[in-house]
Structure formats: C-alpha cells, structure tokens
C-alpha cells in the first residue's frame, strides 16, 4: 500500500486508451465498473477531441458480481463490434475487472468475429500508464506487421505518438516535414493517427524513428528483431539534438540529403546581447526522462542554464536519467512522489523549473517560474498554434519558451535600476506573473495557499532547524535587494549562517555569504 | 401557505419511466470527495483504492490548487493483494503516518472503492479497529464510494448517512438542513430561515467535527440535495422526520421548500413573507434576465448528478423551456415526487444508462441544449449540439434564491456564445 497525493501517471489501461484514441480504426472493448469511463474526459476535454474515445466499458456493477460478468463482457464486445464496426479490437481489463479474471482475451476470441482480436495483459497493481501505451501498441504492432519488401525509396515509420500525448501532434508534423527535406518518406507514423491496416504495412519502411521511447520502445525492438528494422536511439530535441538525428538517419539512409538550417533561429537568439542575463540561470528540471534528458542538453548547451538538479517519474528509464544526471553533475531524482520533488526543487532553490503541469503548480506556490516541458498534460498543452519541441522549428518554440517564463532582460535591469525609486512598487512583481510578487520571495516565509486550506502542508515545515535571527539593520539591507533574487539571498545567507553555527546574522553576514556564493 | 406552486394540468408524477441497463458513462462516487472536503475543514478522505482512484481524484478535480490536499488514496499494490491480514495492517501503518502528519485532522474518512469491495476488505472493522486507537481526538468513519455501488453523487450520500449514526442524540425541535452546501449558500439560508423566526436549526454536514448537530426524535429535517436517499433512509432511523418538498432551485422551488418548512413550524404568513419578499422579487428579476435566451429552447438531460429532475422543473416553470428526456441515474421518488408532479408532462423521464442508445436519442432529437458529462461535450458540439456539463451544477453554488439567477445562465450561456460566435468551426 503506498499513499499518494497526486500522481504522474495514470493506470495502464489509460495508456492503452492513448494508444486506441490515437488511432483510427481500433476498437477497445474495457472490461470496467462505471467509474473508469471518467478517463474519456481526459481526451475530450483535455485534448479538446471532438469524437468521443473508441472505448466500450462494461460498466458492471456490484450486483452484477454474483451474476454474471462475463455475460456483461460479451455482449458488450459484439455491440461494439456492431455498432462501431472497427478494423481490429484490443481487449482487457482495468484495475477492478483484473481481480474477477474474467478473462477478457479468451472469451472475445471465443466470439468467432472476423477482425483481429488482440488481448491485453496489463498489471494494473504493478505497472502505470507509459507502461499500458507501450505493451498496447507493441501488442497492435506484433499482431497485424509482417515482414514485407521494403519501398523501392528510402522510408521509414515514426513511431511512439499517441493521443494526449506531450505536442506529439506537431512533433509528428515537423519531424515528418524534416525527413521529406531530407528526401526520407514516412511509410507510417504511428500508433498516432494510424489504422490497423496502417500497421500491416509498417514492414515496407527501412528503419524506424523512435520519437517517444516511453511509449513505442518496445514496438521498435520488436520490429529491430522482426522485420529487420533498425531505429534511431537520438529524440530530436533542440538543435545539437537535432543535427545528431539527422546524422543516425544519414546513416540509415544513405541516400539522404542535409536539413535545411535556414529557418532555425535559436543559436543567433542564444547569442545576442539581450540573451547575456541567461547566463547561468539555475534550471531544475523534472518530467519524463526523456524530455527531461534532451531539455537538460539544451539547458545547459543552447541556452547556456546551470543544470541546478534533475529526475524523472518513471522508473523504468532511471538507467539512462542517471547517467544524464551524472553528465550535469547533479543528483538524479527518480520518485513518482509529488511531494518528494516538492521537497527536492525547494531545496535546490533554482531560478526556472523546466516540468510538468505538476511543477508549474509547485512553481506558483514556491513563486518560481515554470516552463512545461512534459507529460502529464493540461489544456494549455495544446495551443492552438503550431508548437512543436522537436526538431528545427521545435528547437525555435523551446527558446521562446523557455525564455518567457523569466524577467526579460532589460526588464531585470529596470527593475535593478528602479528599486528605490519612491513610485516603483516593488511589491508588484514583474508583470507576467498575474501582478503579484513571488510569495516565497518576499518575507521568505510559506507559500501562500487558499485560507481555507490549515495549515500543515509541506511548506510550512521547512523552517524546522534553527534558523538565525535576523538583525533590523540586515533585514532592511535584505529588502533592498531586488524581489527576484531576495528569496536566494536569504536562503543562501542563512544556510551560511547555519554552516558557521551563527546565531544572527548582520549586514556583514549578508555580504559575506553573497561572496561565498558568488559565481 | 400563500402561494404554493400550481402544478400542471398533468405532472410527470405518473409518466412510465423508461428504465435502462447498458454502458453508463458516469463518475462514481468517489468525486464527492472533491467537493466534501472543502465544505468539512478538519477531515480526511483517504480513498483505499488503486491508481485508477487517485487518476480519476485528481483529473476530476482539474485544477491542483493544494500541495497536501485533504484528500489521498492509497493505493493497493501486488502485495496487498495476495494475504488480506497485511492490507489491515498496512492500512493502520498508513494512517498513523498520516495523522501524525496532520494533527489538523479531526474526522478520517476511509473510502472504499471498486477493488476494495471486490477483495472484499473490511474498512468497517478498520474504521472501528482505527477509531479506537486514534480516540478521542480523531474520528475514523467509513463508506464506499467505489463505481460498482455507487454514481457520482451517491458519494456525498454514502458518506452522510456514515455520519447519522454517531450523531448524539437530541430530543429537542430542532430542523436540520442536509446537504453539503457552499458556506455562502448555507448562510443565506440560515439567514432567510432566522428571518421567518426559526432559530434552531443545524446543518448535516457540519463544517468542523464539533459542530456535529444531534439528532433524535425531535429533529425535522429538510433536504437541501436530490441524491440524499440514503441519509434520508437512516435519518428516519434515528427517529427524525422528513419535510417533503421541492427542491430549493429557482425561485419558486425555494419558496416552496421554505414554506414546507414554514408550515411545519407555524410561521406566520405576514412574517413568511416579510422574510422572502425581497429575495423573490431578486431572484425573479435575475432569472428573468437569462429567460429570454432559454424561452421555447428544447433541452436533453444525460444522467449524471440526479439533480435533472428539480432542474428540470425549475427550467421548464421558470425559463420557458420545454423538456425532451429527463434522465437522472436513480429516481428517488421519496425525494423527488414533488419536484415530479410539477414538472408538465412531456418529457421521457428515464433512469440508469445505455450511453449509446441515448445518444441516438439525442440526435434524432436535435435538442436545442444537451446537459451531459464532460466526456461526452465537446464530441457533441461537433455534432453541432449546444451542450451545458452537468459537472458544474454540482460545483458552483445555484441553491436558494441569490443563485437562482446564475443557475439560469449556467444553461442561457452556452446558447448565447453559440449565438455570439461568427465563426464556424474548422474541419
């Protein structure tokens, strides 16, 4: 039994919704109480589909339980199968359906229908979401892909899109378009956007692109081993990224011809002046490993970030993350706990966070800025322009976004010049932060939170230790350091202050820690 | 009383309901939670469930606003699953922790859920076995929530009617009003009820385990929520009575539900309305405001919270609308009977669910607005069908007679914005 408040991932047979709503085509028949039909809002809403998600649940109920629920299952399986008249069906169980072994598998294939029947077998106690999309579209690959001559033209497959997934929507389109530049045709992207019928040719391509290994990794080395396959290992993030990407599949391909750089724009806007306060920005970054392992590359490369910490949610790429972690010289944080990576990111007081959804909210109660970089998502997760992180164009948009989030720079250096200035209300904060000032900023204090709410949250309890007491004439000094840093220098001075077992800390305190701490 | 609502020529009160078993697409009841632990302030849900429960929490609430929420699951494991002593004991290692953590708590709320009824594990005994160890400041009670027994609301009634039988006992007239309320909402009623002279009156639930009111032979009590059958159930258990009305949506659902209870405690006329006269006329003129975008608009109810049934009396009586399918998940006659005899006949009054067949109901009728769950919205408006998420009815305060007008506009506004709107959607 584990607690837990929030968490990153949903059940595994979430993941192989992503994976049937992605496509087309495909039927999932879930054996399931009502409850779980609540996953559809995820799509609908969420990703703001206008179909609802190829999902017939059971929907059995207690009184059922001593009947018959697999009766229940049957019929479901064949009026969807009337009713939606699918390519193929994928069938299982959620969490609940799992423990009355129904057998979803074997009483569908019992059925005799004339489509492709393929069973899902997804521990539900043990395994998450990621998990369910990755042994869902390995399950779809596997059934329905067989060897087959390859095109007469270098192509390939992109694989490991889905539904609700992180701008795989656009990611899709620009690595598409930047193959086509590169004279490589996509035989089949999939699970995204793909029918069954799709999948059976996927044998023609050359090689695959792997975009997400969460979710399509093992669907790539299944077709590695058996349709001869080989797939790229690099995920195109940012611009150092992305050329590597294109030299894999230079090799793969050796008919391929170099991108076109004309439209890549980060590297002139990493370089020019205004770009100089990003200079050693202290960014943690936390997500799936993935995104976190190509952001970090960024971070520190394009935009010239200090890694402050890094990790990821799921545990099944802790391997590669630590190794990351270790390239950046930081500590890798490998946890599905929410409040855990509220613990670490408070800790590692950084400037930006560079996360999920899950971290922007930590980010607003902590009053440090958030960039999304990664599932899980939200709304705001699919503008309604073209945003894609991969790629040339993708390495563009993650400038902009990475840099928004923060003062601008002449904004920084106004506010800096401003700050005594009797009319500048240094309680105001920047603009893009909704008018308010960072809360932990200010007194250093909690973060605020609703009043309703007692208190008795984490972020009340990190002022445990003995914390120095501040001398009237160092506070006053503290007060006139800029808002946006203010929350650092207190926290710097007194952990300074701790290290020496002072017990007050004065203005002299205050300075000599800023030169202890100076970069 | 003066003015009683006149009911229609013919009611729905004796319409045949069309009953349907199929694949329902609904919450279940653990959704309460979201809104019952904001209405009580030093209790704890802690759901005993899988990832499934904490995903559907927390995707169900939309926002995370809270760091450490009021709200957790814990969540079964491979290992919980396979020797039933270890998961009591787990359980117990859980809570400790976390009442130790929070020493805020004053009630735990252990919430069954679909896989923990099917292993049948017993969180009576846990909440007993719990209530022992943890007395006399933290109180563990339990209920289910899980899909298989219960829809949505059904989560706030299973876990008032936990409530009812550790309420003291209390011989004195006094009215308890039940349901979980909006703060505000529940002082504008408190207010309107002094006002008529009725000072004794209590609330299920109370917003901090002290508060807890008593409950006895005395007790007359109002419902403020369609979904309360079970409540209902065990409140007339303890010996308390039941105040059959309408339900207080819309002005004249809550002039009938005051003057129920106006008439139960002998509240003079004259003072009746001296007390409501001024909110009425408010309330009319606010509704007034969003009738005339509603007036002749055909609706579609989906089952989703049973509010449909007095939401729709109140639409069809107030605004001008004319209703095609009134579908409520359960029908409480008990409860709703009044709400039903007003409602003008007309409408296919359904219960329970078969999501597809519904839907083709609902094309073929073409309704003017369709209230539905959010799985189910926005693949309608594709379809070229105003739709209005029930979900919201059941989080945004649209009781008594200051709400009466934004419950109005809660439906009015989806039209108007289809109306506003020069653009067609792409394809």
């Known amino acids: ?375 899980p998502v939200h709304v705001q997760d699919y503008p309604a322009r073209y945003s894609p992180i991969m790629g040339f164009e993708g390495a563009n948009v993650l400038f902009d976004t990475l840099v928004h989030p923060l003062v601008m720079g002449l904004e920084e250096h106004l506010l800096h010049m401003f700050r005594d200035d009797f009319e500048f209300s240094d309680a105001a904060g920047p603009s893009h932060h909704g008018g308010r000032a960072p809360a932990a900023a200010g007194a250093g204090g909690a973060a605020p939170r609703p009043q309703a709410d007692p208190p008795g949250g984490i972020s009340e309890r990190v002022t445990d230790g003995d914390v120095a007491v501040w001398l009237e004439a160092a506070e006053r000094e503290l007060k006139k350091v800029p808002f946006f840093v203010r929350g650092k220098a207190k926290r710097n001075t007194e952990a300074y202050a701790a290290e020496r077992g002072l017990s007050q800390i004065s203005v002299d305190t205050l300075y000599e820690a800023k030169a202890h701490y100076a970069r | 009383m003066t003015e009683m609502p006149t009911p229609p020529a013919r009611g729905c009160g004796a319409t045949p309901v069309l009953k349907e078993r199929g694949q329902r697409e609904v919450f279940c009841g653990l959704t309460g939670i979201i809104w019952l632990h904001r209405k009580m302030q030093d209790a704890f849900f802690l759901v005993v469930g899988s990832r499934t429960c904490a995903h559907l929490l927390q995707s169900a609430a939309g926002v995370m606003i809270f760091a450490e929420p009021r709200f957790a699951t814990a969540i079964l494991e491979e290992s919980d699953l396979a020797g039933m002593a270890d998961a009591q004991d787990e359980l117990d290692r859980e809570v400790a922790r976390l009442l130790e953590r929070r020493p805020d708590i004053r009630q735990l709320f252990l919430v069954g859920s679909c896989p923990s009824e099917v292993i049948k594990l017993d969180l009576a005994k846990a909440a007993e076995r719990l209530t022992q160890a943890h007395a006399p400041h933290v109180r563990v009670l339990n209920y289910s929530g899980s899909g298989i027994e219960t829809t949505f609301t059904e989560g706030e009634d299973a876990c008032l009617a936990s409530m009812v039988p550790i309420l003291p006992e209390a011989q004195a007239k006094e009215l308890l009003l039940v349901g979980a309320l909006p703060d505000v909402v529940e002082d504008q009623a408190l207010a309107l009820l002094h006002a008529m002279g009725i000072e004794r009156v209590r609330c299920l639930p109370a917003r901090r385990a002290d508060d807890a009111p008593g409950v006895g032979e005395g007790t007359v009590y109002a419902l403020t929520q369609p979904f309360l059958g079970e409540t209902h159930a065990a409140l007339t258990r303890r010996g308390a009575r039941h105040i059959p009305a309408p339900l207080p949506f819309g002005e004249e ?72 399918e009134v579908a409520t998940p359960f029908l409480h006659r008990d409860i709703v009977g009044p709400d039903l005899d007003l409602l003008p006949e007309g409408p296919v009054i359904a219960e329970g669910q078969d999501v597809d067949l519904q839907l083709d109901r609902a094309r073929a009728a073409r309704p003017d607005l369709t209230v539905c769950g959010l799985g189910l919205a926005n693949p309608l408006e594709a379809e070229g069908l105003a739709t209005k998420w029930a979900v919201e009815l059941v989080f945004t305060p649209v009781h008594f007679y200051e709400q009466a007008g934004d419950l109005a506009e809660l439906f009015a506004r989806p039209l108007r914005r289809r109306a506003r709107l020069r653009v067609e959607a792409a394809e």
């Open chain 1, 1 to 375: 039994m584990k607690l837990s408040v929030w968490t990153y991932e949903g059940p595994p047979h979430v993941g192989a919704m992503r994976v049937a709503t992605g496509m087309r085509g495909l039927h999932y028949v879930l054996h399931a109480p009502q409850g779980d039909t609540y996953a559809d809002l995820l799509f609908t809403m969420i990703e703001r589909r206008d179909r609802r998600p190829p999902v017939t649940y059971t929907t059995f109920q207690a009184q059922d339980l001593s009947s018959d629920t697999a009766d229940l299952f049957r019929t479901a399986c064949e009026d969807a199968v009337a009713r939606f008249e699918p390519q193929a069906i994928i069938v299982g169980a959620s969490c609940t359906a799992e423990l009355i072994q129904d057998d979803p598998g074997g009483m569908a294939a019992a059925l005799g229908l004339d489509i492709p029947v393929i069973a899902l077998e997804l521990p539900s106690y043990q395994r998450k979401e990621n998990f369910g999309a990755d042994e869902t579209f390995y399950q779809v690959v596997r059934h329905l892909a067989r060897p087959m001559e390859r095109t007469a033209r270098p192509t390939c497959n992109i694989l490991g899109a889905t539904a609700l997934g992180f701008r795989h929507r656009d990611d899709v389109a620009e690595i598409t378009s930047l193959l086509a530049d590169m004279g490589v045709e996509v035989n089949v992207a999939a699970p995204k956007d793909a029918t069954p019928e799709d999948i059976r040719v996927m044998g023609r391509a050359h090689f695959n692109v792997l975009l997400y290994p969460e979710t399509g990794e093992a669907a790539a080395r299944w077709c590695e081993k058996e349709l001869g396959q080989p797939y790229t290992s690099t995920v195109p993030i940012g611009v150092g990224a992305t050329r590597d990407f294109v030299a894999e599949v230079r090799a793969l391909a050796p008919g391929a011809t170099a991108p076109s750089e004309a439209a890549l724009r980060l590297p002139w806007y990493s370089a020019s002046v205004d770009s100089t306060y990003l200079t050693g920005k202290r960014v943690f970054l936390f997500g799936d490993a993935t995104h976190v392992i190509a952001m970090a590359r960024v971070a520190r490369d394009e935009m010239g970030f200090e890694v402050a910490g890094m990790g990821c949610y799921n545990r099944e790429f802790a391997r590669p993350l630590r190794k990351a972690a270790k390239e950046h010289g930081v500590e890798a944080l490998v946890t599905d706990d929410y409040l855990e990576v509220e613990r670490a990111i408070e800790a590692a007081a950084p400037e930006m966070i560079m996360g999920t959804q899950m971290e922007r909210h930590i980010g607003k109660r902590l009053g440090i800025p958030c960039a999304v970089i990664s599932a």
């Open chain 2, 253 to 324: 659902g809550t002039t009938a539900w005051l003057a129920a209870i106006a008439t139960e405690f002998g509240v003079d006329p004259e003072r009746f309305e001296a007390a409501t006269a001024a909110p009425r006329a408010r309330a009319r003129k606010a509704v007034a405001a969003a009738t005339a975008t509603l007036s002749g608009k055909r609706i579609f109810f989906f089952p989703d919270s049973q509010l449909e049934i007095p939401l729709a009396r109140f639409l069809t009586r107030e605004c001008g609308m004319e209703a095609v």
